[in-house]
């Protein structure tokens, strides 16, 4: 069964400094996609980064880049040069690709930036 | 703006209650899903629809009920809802099932059950 893990309910950081968000999964498929989503108060859920099992390169979107270590299972989120709008909860999913469908989320870390 | 909208924003219903929320994406896809969002639990999936057929049905409760009338609309029906149904409740569209296909989410119905 596939299964995400984000360890850290909470961290805080100082505007302008880089920020990595921790994600390990847990899955037995050789191919499967990982993402990353924003969600900030309002509600909604922001897609920042995906990441395929079978891509070589370490995915980027602006300030965002996934630092994939396949070996290890893991698909940390880097945001350089926080910003004060980037205070949120960040959560990591994965989807397998058989029985494509279901989207497994983990439990989500809280970031603060602070001024 | 996601191109995926929810109404109501926030719902108050008694248990006895019979109320629908809907979801509506403009973005042309053909796969749409309601999650349900609880207070410190991951994100559930809760149905999956893909050209209007359901393809996944997660194990949820009868008094939740989904509709997908056309590729565009989503609702889900809701009776005789528990306390425990509170939630924020999560749609989402993409452009297919497969992957790499992201998930574009709306907004969210706030929902309290009393």
């Known amino acids: 069964a596939q299964k995400i893990t984000q360890t850290q309910p909470g961290m805080f950081v100082q505007e302008k400094e880089a920020v990595t968000l921790d994600c390990t999964y847990d899955t037995s498929d050789q191919s499967y996609g990982l993402f990353w989503y924003k969600q900030p108060s309002s509600g909604e859920m922001i897609f920042l980064i995906y990441?395929?099992?079978?891509?070589?390169q370490n995915a980027t979107e602006g300030r965002y880049s996934l630092n994939f270590q396949k070996a290890r299972k893991s698909a940390n989120l880097v945001i350089s040069a926080s910003q004060l709008g980037d205070s949120a909860m960040y959560f990591c999913?994965?989807?397998?690709?058989?029985?494509?469908?279901?989207?497994?989320f983990g439990q989500g870390t809280r970031l603060t930036i602070n001024p | 703006e996601t191109g995926v909208t929810q109404t109501p924003r926030h719902l108050v219903m008694g248990m006895t209650n019979k109320k629908s929320l809907k979801c509506e994406q403009h973005?042309?896809?053909?796969?749409m899903y309601w999650y349900k969002q609880s207070a410190k639990k991951p994100l559930e999936l809760m149905f999956v629809y893909s050209l209007e057929e359901r393809v996944e049905n997660n194990s949820v409760p009868s008094r939740f009920s989904p509709e997908c009338p056309n590729s565009s609309h989503l609702f889900l029906h809701l009776h005789t809802l528990q306390p425990e149904d509170s939630a924020l409740y999560l749609c989402a569209s993409s452009q297919g099932l497969a992957l790499p296909y992201e998930q574009y989410f709306g907004p969210g119905t706030r929902l309290t059950v009393t």
């Open positions: 999913a994965m989807r397998e690709h058989e029985g494509a469908q279901k989207l497994v």
């Open positions: 973005l042309g896809h053909n796969a």
């Open positions: 990441q395929g099992s079978y891509d070589e």
